[in-house]
T-cell receptor, first 114, second 114 residues
Framework: GENVEQHPSTLSVQEGDSAVIKCTYS??????FPWYKQELGKRPQLIID?????GEKKDQRIAVTLNKTAKHFSLHITETQPEDSAVYFC?????????????FGQGTTLQVKP | DAGVTQSPTHLIKTRGQQVTLRCSPK?????VSWYQQALGQGPQFIFQ???????QRGNFPDRFSGHQFPNYSSELNVNALLLGDSALYLC?????????????FGPGTRLTVL
């Protein structure tokens, strides 16, 4: 089936600490895994993504790792800042080269305390 | 360079009515996907349009229908509205419809069914 599980549902950290959010995916995923950040009342914003030909990708304070054997991928945010507070969604791309959809995890509400 | 735009921003309807939501993709994109996001949940895939055809459909009833125009913009129509249709409706655009392609979201239309 098509399923993405995300944990934890809420995460509270002190400013400057690191935050890690984990997701697992079902077999049929296409090996494209984006992460979105959604602030209250706003659109989901693509912050980073990874494809199966790499195990890790970094963009400043954000990194994503992918473990294909275990079928899980994680978002790592270092040196967290209050503006990182938002809901984060992982997703898996399902389909083919001709058509695709994103299956989303349930979301993680990240709170960064000043 | 305009991003993905949607109209209207908010909409209030009563049960049994019909609604049409509109989406213009990001410049250079030719594919539009529609998602429904209930409060506190991740977006759920409704369908995807490419070359003016529905390419893939999620687990939504026939009351949900769509259209894509030659300029790549798209409409989502929902007939016989139910209370449970109240949600944020998001469209996402991409260049080509494949499962590996980045999808960028619009700001959404908040639909309330009374």
């Amino acid at each position: 089936g098509e399923n993405v599980e995300q944990h934890p549902s809420t995460l509270s950290v002190q400013e400057g600490d690191s935050a890690v959010i984990k997701c697992t995916y079902s077999d049929s995923a296409s090996n494209y895994f984006p992460w979105y950040k959604q602030e209250l009342g706003k659109r989901p914003q693509l912050i980073i993504d990874i494809r199966s030909n790499v195990g890790e990708k970094k963009d400043q304070r954000i990194a994503v790792t992918l473990n294909k054997t275990a079928k899980h991928f994680s978002l790592h945010i270092t040196e967290t800042q209050p503006e990182d507070s938002a809901v984060y969604f992982c997703a898996g791309g399902y389909g083919s080269s001709n058509t695709g959809k994103l299956i989303f995890g349930q979301g993680t509400t990240l709170q960064v305390k000043p | 360079d305009a991003g993905v735009t949607q109209s209207p921003t908010h909409l209030i309807k009563t049960r049994g009515q019909q609604v049409t939501l509109r989406c213009s993709p990001k410049s250079g994109h030719d594919t539009v996907s529609w998602y429904q996001q209930a409060l506190g949940q991740g977006p759920q895939f409704i369908f995807q349009y490419y070359e003016e055809e529905e390419r893939q459909r999620g687990n939504f009833p026939d009351r949900f229908s769509g259209h894509q125009f030659p300029n790549y913009s798209s409409e989502l129509n929902v007939n016989a509205l139910l209370l449970g249709d109240s949600a944020l409706y998001l469209c996402a655009s991409s260049y080509l419809p494949g499962a590996h392609n980045e999808q960028f979201f619009g700001p959404g239309t908040r639909l309330t069914v009374l």
